[in-house]
Nanobody
Framework: QVQLVESGGGLVQAGGSLRLSCAAS????????MGWFRQAPGKEREFVAG????????LYADSVKGRSTISRDNAKNTVYLQMNSLKPEDTAVYYC?????????????WGQGTQVTVSS
């Protein structure tokens, strides 16, 4: 079955950096659009960044644009989210997700999440 396993979260001071990873298995990784989402306490889950199967096309939420970079290594079935200049408002559980059809908003598979905490 499909598994998405995130890692790389943790506690970091404001202004610091983190690199999240998401290892995928059970799917033809290069044919899936991958996304990162986050959910802060008491808030709805929100889109952070997305990347096409080839890695050519990326999309970012305004809240992280210029501070974050999504990338993927199709040989390793892994997608990454490099986050720089972190702010306390970036504190959330970060999830990776996969969708087969790039022009839909619905993601088919989700990971279990990794906690990111940014202290001020």
């Amino acid at each position: 079955q499909v598994q998405l396993v995130e890692s790389g979260g943790g506690l970091v001071q404001a202004g610091g950096s983190l690199r999240l990873s998401c290892a995928a298995s059970g799917l033809t990784f290069s044919t899936y659009t991958m996304g990162w989402f986050r959910q802060a306490p008491g808030k709805e889950r929100e889109f952070v960044a997305g990347i096409s199967g080839s890695g050519v096309t990326t999309l970012y939420a305004d809240s992280v644009k210029g501070r974050s970079t999504i990338s993927r290594d199709n040989a390793k079935n892994t997608v990454y989210l490099q986050m720089n200049s972190l702010k306390p408002e970036d504190t959330a559980v970060y999830y990776c997700a996969a969708k087969r059809w790039p022009y839909t908003t619905q993601y088919d598979y989700w990971g279990q999440g990794t906690q990111v905490t940014v202290s001020s």
